[in-house]
């Protein structure tokens, strides 16, 4: 059976890694080809995920990745509950709120006395933890983000 090799792309809350994954004679080898800082920063009042360098740090990877040869497939895992929200022509509408920022902070409580912890678990199955997707949305339409009001869809 010929070597087959595939490409995973981690970004993880602090570091981000791609690792080449290669199946020959039934046998799994793996190999780190780059690890970076997943890199955020204070921008307009909140804690952001640098888009454009995690967007370069993962073209590294894969450039790194097909150094040695033709990839069959690739995989992205990533944290999440962040989120891009896009505009209707796909454009993203800022750089995303990374997790670990306040904004959220007594979310968990509106959040709750609208739709009640029981029946969000019962509809999400997610344990309740204050950076969650929903309480991130609920901070921004009590903050009245315009980029909200102007989302048409939001990419994790």
Not at 62 to 81: E, K, N, P, Q
Not at 95 to 121: A, K, S
């Amino acid at each position: 059976m010929a070597e087959s090799r595939y490409l995973a792309l981690d970004m993880g809350a602090e570091s981000g890694r791609g690792v080449v994954g290669t199946l020959a004679g039934g046998r799994l080898a793996l190999r780190e080809v780059h690890r970076f800082a997943n890199p955020n920063g204070r921008m307009r009042g909140h804690w952001r995920w640098d888009l454009l360098r995690q967007w370069e740090e993962l073209k590294t990877a894969l450039r790194l990745a097909r150094a040695d040869g033709d990839l069959r497939s690739l995989g992205v895992d990533t944290w999440g509950v962040d989120f891009g929200l896009l505009g209707g022509d796909g454009e993203i509408l800022g750089e995303p709120v990374m997790y670990r920022d306040p904004r959220t902070d007594g979310m968990m409580e509106q959040v709750h006395g609208v739709i009640g912890r029981r029946r969000l678990y019962e509809r999400t199955g997610t344990q309740m933890v204050q950076f969650n997707t929903i309480y991130q949305l609920a901070a921004m339409a009590r903050a009245g983000s315009t980029a909200l009001k102007a989302a048409e869809s939001m990419l994790f």
